[in-house]
């Protein structure tokens, strides 16, 4: 099995894959071949296998008359994984007496992405660059192409569709770098097509997109940025029916917890468990769970209706409404129990109990003001002077 890189030694895109070439070869020796082209002085294999662009590269495995594109990230790991997935796959051909073909890839661009909207795609120009991107809070990925480029071409459906299925998330532009070389040189676009990464928020300067060309790869490396620097969720306190509507009902897994009186344990000893929330909130996001909170008797048909509290606070569980089912909490409020809990609960190690009381809705409740609580006022009996008492009578 052989790894072909088809290159030519003017393209900037071939000079900045030859350091992970050059790592993933030393990986592989012994078990995948790994070679490079150089296009300019052999055309006629850049003819031969429709080389259209650099640099191109092919995976020779099985039928070797027919080989594969390789189509994931150009660095050195994503080389070393592909590499390895089609030789296992070649290995258990072989095992089975199929002949040893691959089927682990297609030679064609699609790799059989949904159809996207080209519409999608905004064609950004000089005079509009820095106003849509630049300026806007809006995370994007700008490919820069030339009209000429096969990989370009190659890439346009897959970018339409990663571009249809990320609309509202995230904004995929195009700049046709033949027109506008201004943007194209402001970037350091050295070959076709590049792809530059603006995150959300605040542009210093682009960043190199370094994933996979088809959709669902474009997609995937899209989200998990904006997951890396997404927000984490509020934690929010329970004071009326709306907010356990938004946060409980209408979301698969919801964290309910229910903290202490304010007088048990002061804001400080509050705020300790807060934290404890939105460490948990942060390092959950991904799941988009529903964080909410509230004290000891505030909510008390909530309490009864989730059976949580009742043997001491803080006390917590995850609840799924839609399911009727509850998973209580039994450890200490930690960081690391209530991340252990978590874990069983995703990966569904503990069976949950069924609701037997139907979740009423909540009534409103005064938001804490983040003070210490303050003990209710006795009346003072300390003078008794004013006061008449009756003569105590007595009988023999």
Request: overall charge negative; proline content about 5%.
């Amino acid at each position: 099995m052989w790894l072909v890189e088809f290159y030519a030694p003017w393209c900037g895109h071939c000079k900045q894959l030859t350091p992970e070439w050059k790592k993933a070869a030393k990986a592989l020796k012994g078990i995948v071949k790994v070679g490079a082209a150089d296009v300019d002085q052999h055309k006629e294999l850049g003819g031969r296998f429709g080389i259209q662009g650099f640099p191109t590269i092919k995976i020779f495995a099985g039928d070797k008359k027919k080989p594969i594109d390789y189509q994931s990230a150009r660095s050195a790991s994503a080389i070393v994984s592909e590499a390895m997935r089609h030789a296992q796959t070649v290995a258990q051909d072989r095992l089975a007496g199929r002949g040893g073909s691959s089927s682990g890839g297609s030679s064609g661009g699609s790799g059989g992405s949904k159809k996207g909207n080209p519409a999608d795609v905004i064609e950004l120009t000089s005079s509009i660059f820095d106003k849509e991107v630049l300026d806007s809070k809006d995370m994007w990925l700008v490919e820069f192409y030339a009209p000429w480029c096969g990989h370009c071409k190659k890439l346009a459906p897959e970018w339409a569709s990663a571009a249809s299925t990320l609309k509202g998330k995230v904004k995929l532009g195009a700049v046709d770098a033949t027109q506008f070389a201004d943007l194209a040189q402001r970037y350091g676009v050295g070959g076709y097509p590049t792809i530059k990464y603006f995150p959300a928020g605040a542009k210093l300067d682009a960043e190199e997109y370094d994933g996979g060309r088809s959709a669902s790869d474009i997609v995937a490396w899209a989200e998990e940025k904006l997951e890396q620097f997404a927000e984490p969720p509020e934690i929010r306190e329970l004071l009326n029916e709306e907010v356990f509507a938004e946060e409980c009902r209408e979301k698969s897994i919801c964290v309910v917890s229910i903290l202490p009186d304010i007088l048990d344990t002061g804001a400080a000893g509050r705020n300790e468990y807060l934290t404890t929330l939105k460490a948990m909130g942060d390092k959950y996001k991904k799941r988009k769970f529903g964080w909410v909170w509230s004290f000891a008797g505030e909510q008390d048909k909530l309490e009864a209706a989730l059976e949580v509290g009742g043997a001491g606070y803080p006390a917590l569980a995850a609840v799924n409404i839609k399911k009727n089912a509850v998973l209580h909490h039994r450890g200490g409020f930690s960081k690391d129990s209530i991340n252990e809990f978590l874990q069983y609960v995703i990966a569904g190690r503990v069976a949950p109990s069924v609701l037997r009381k139907e979740v009423p809705k909540l009534r409103k409740a005064t938001p804490w003001d983040g003070k210490d609580g303050q003990l209710p006022v006795e009346e003072d009996y300390s003078d008794l002077d004013d006061i008449e008492l009756e003569p105590l009578k007595t009988e023999l």
